[in-house]
Nanobody
Framework: QVQLVESGGGLVQAGDSLKLSCTAS????????MGWFRQAPGKERTFVSQ????????YYADFVKGRFTISRDNAKNTVYLQMNSLKPEDTGVYYC????????????WGQGTQVTVSS
């Protein structure tokens, strides 16, 4: 099992920045990647970004490219999401997720942290 704890959400104005953190504990060696998803009110949870623990390969959703940056600190088992130039449509609950072994998909989830961007 892998436990994930997010932090860093809050209420900001459009154009501001926030940095989310997600720290993993437990059997972290069994996980290959960590990522961020978000869920806006009344909408489905959508992929935001992911990073591979070993290779550092990164993927972003098109709607955050150039604004969000994902990074990792392997020593701290922590992944960060630096969010710049925030827009009201970025509002939602941001969830950290971790995969299991290769091919298992996103099977571990954090409790979520609220990000609210006012116009």
């Amino acid at each position: 099992q892998v436990q994930l704890v997010e932090s860093g959400g809050g209420l900001v104005q459009a154009g501001d920045s926030l940095k989310l953190s997600c720290t993993a504990s437990g059997r972290t060696s069994s996980s290959t990647s960590m990522g961020w998803f978000r869920q806006a009110p009344g909408k489905e949870r959508t992929f935001v970004s992911q990073i591979h623990w070993s290779t550092g390969i990164i993927y972003y959703a098109d709607f955050v490219k150039g604004r969000f940056t994902i990074s990792r600190d392997n020593a701290k088992n922590t992944v960060y999401l630096q969010m710049n130039s925030l827009k009201p449509e970025d509002t939602g609950v941001y969830y950290c997720a971790a995969t299991g072994a290769v091919g298992s998909g996103w099977i571990y989830w954090g409790q979520g942290t609220q990000v609210t961007v006012s116009s």
